[in-house]
């Protein structure tokens, strides 16, 4: 089993930047790769981006890309996602998900997830 812990959402003005942790606990080496998804009232959960731990390979879903970057420290069994140049679509509950391999399916089909946190972005 894997534990996952999100912190760092809040409340920001359009333009400005948070940064969201994940850390991982547990059986860690079941979160070789991580990720983020978030969930707008009324929609899906949708895919962010993710990482693979051990090499950093990442991806992005388009709608995000050049404005959010997902990091990790192994170190400290977390990942992070640092959003910057926020705008109101941005805001929903944001997921950290983890699962033990399959980067083909990196958007989808992920065993473990944490509570999630509230991202708001006023205009």
């Known amino acids: 089993q894997v534990q996952l812990v999100e912190s760092g959402g809040g409340f920001v003005q359009a333009g400005g930047s948070l940064r969201l942790s994940c850390v991982a606990s547990?059986?860690?080496?079941?979160?070789?790769?991580m990720g983020w998804f978030r969930q707008a009232p009324g929609k899906e959960r949708e895919f962010v981006a993710a990482?693979?731990?051990?090499?950093?390979?990442?991806d992005y879903v388009d709608s995000v890309k050049g404005r959010f970057t997902i990091s990790r420290d192994n170190a400290k069994n977390t990942i992070y996602l640092q959003m910057n140049s926020l705008k109101p679509e941005d805001t929903a509950v944001y997921y950290c998900?983890?699962?033990?391999?399959?980067?083909?399916?990196?958007?989808?089909?992920?065993?473990?997830w944490g509570q999630g946190t509230q991202v708001t972005v006023s205009s």
């Open positions: 547990g059986r860690t080496i079941s979160s070789s790769i």
């Open positions: 990482i693979i731990r051990w090499t950093g390979t990442t």
């Open positions: 998900g983890a699962k033990a391999g399959g980067w083909e399916a990196r958007r989808s089909e992920y065993a473990y």
